[in-house]
């Protein structure tokens, strides 16, 4: 097919491309009732003019904290005006002036002044507000360790959580959204004495929840008899491995996008094969972008050496290699493997047999060539 044919040609195997896209929020969300219910449980003291519970939204990458978040926010919308919730993503919003902006137009619906007005005004006039008012305000920050990079989160949470006591009556809570564990230990004791979260826990998704989950997309997202059973099941096992449900919402449009580009009614075997290697190589730079400097290096380590060596060789090398610690390169270590950019596997030797081998899940080679 040519380029004028791809341009002009109006066929798809498409009902709606849209349910594969990352944003979307599926109308049917499964499996994740009790999560809610205990979000619901921290917002109902506002409905009762009393502060919302804080809490974090833990757990590993796609497991649907977003979306449960988006959806308690909206069914709260939905019952009262008395509550402001206003979701925050820290990846495109980290100076406190940024997201304190984006609360201020949640609350009067148009944006501060982009100069002349400062951080601490906008502020006063959002927490004046919500006295006057009479309104509890929750604020949830997803990816929340963005605001650590950027060393704002101590004062945002401060300033939020510590509102009350310059705006006597005004009731705040945080949602706080997160994959990485080490959060609760970095906040400031001012902050801590505030901040007595709840855990809400996110567990992986199972294979059959998985296979729900993307059945459903590709019955909204194909025509009938585009894809067939065996062939989703091989996508379920697929995002399985990878650990990350976005992958196999992203394999179906990936699938999709390459039957139609061979003008094919249908997804067949070939197809999803290329539409995995296709995917892989671009969610490994993506995923390599998101690392820190020491994170890229040690990837990188693990990628040069020919031989699958023991985690206590490998903190040997990083030491030589940055000259930061121990704690530092076992934190980092568990960063990769959280991100299954590596695996470990126990060796029953060493301290109490808890050696480990340190084994890359992707091409060396390709992790050689990115750019550190």
Do not use: W
Request: hydrophobic share 40%; charged share 25%.
């Amino acid at each position: 097919m040519g380029i004028e044919d791809i341009l002009m040609y109006d066929e798809t195997i498409f009902r709606n491309s849209m349910v594969f896209n990352p944003d979307y929020t599926p109308q049917d969300f499964d499996f994740r009732d009790n999560q809610m219910e205990a979000m619901a449980m921290s917002i109902r003291p506002a409905l009762h003019e009393g502060r919302p519970v804080n809490s974090i939204i833990m757990g590993p990458c796609a497991t649907g904290k977003t979306t449960a978040v988006k959806k308690v926010f909206e069914l709260v919308g939905q019952t009262s005006n008395k509550i402001v919730c206003c979701f925050i993503n820290c990846q495109l919003h980290t100076t406190p002036f940024s997201i304190m902006s984006q609360i201020f137009k949640k609350i009067f619906n148009h944006y501060p002044p982009e100069t002349g007005v400062p951080y601490s005004k906008i502020y006063q006039q959002v927490m004046n507000h919500l006295v006057k008012e009479d309104k509890s305000l929750i604020v949830a920050f997803d990816d929340v360790n963005y605001l650590f990079q950027s060393n704002n989160a101590n004062k945002l949470f401060y300033d939020i959580l510590r509102a009350y006591e310059e705006f006597p009556g005004v009731r705040t809570g945080l949602f706080v959204i997160l994959s990485d564990l080490e959060f609760k230990y970095a906040l400031d004791k001012n902050v801590n004495t505030v901040f007595i979260p709840q855990d809400i826990v996110f567990q992986p998704y199972s294979r059959s929840e998985i296979l729900e989950i993307l059945t459903k997309r590709a019955k909204h997202g194909f025509f009938e008899d585009v894809i067939s059973d065996d062939i989703l099941e091989d996508i379920t096992d697929y995002t399985l491995d990878s650990g990350d449900l976005r992958v196999g919402i992203d394999l179906l449009k990936v699938c999709g996008n390459i039957a139609e580009s061979n003008a094919s009614p249908k997804i067949t075997p070939d197809f999803l094969e290329q539409a995995k290697n296709q995917q892989v190589s671009v969610n490994l730079v993506e995923t390599f972008k998101s690392l820190s400097d020491v994170e890229r290096q040690l990837l990188k380590i693990v990628a040069e050496n020919k031989k699958i060596l023991t985690a206590g060789e490998l903190s040997k090398i990083f030491k030589n290699n940055t000259g930061l610690s121990y704690a530092t390169f076992n934190r980092t270590l568990d960063k990769l493997e959280f991100l299954r950019l590596i695996d470990t596997k126990l060796t029953g030797k060493g301290v109490r047999g808890n050696s480990r081998q340190v084994i890359i899940r992707f091409n060396p080679e390709d992790i050689k060539s990115l750019d550190i």
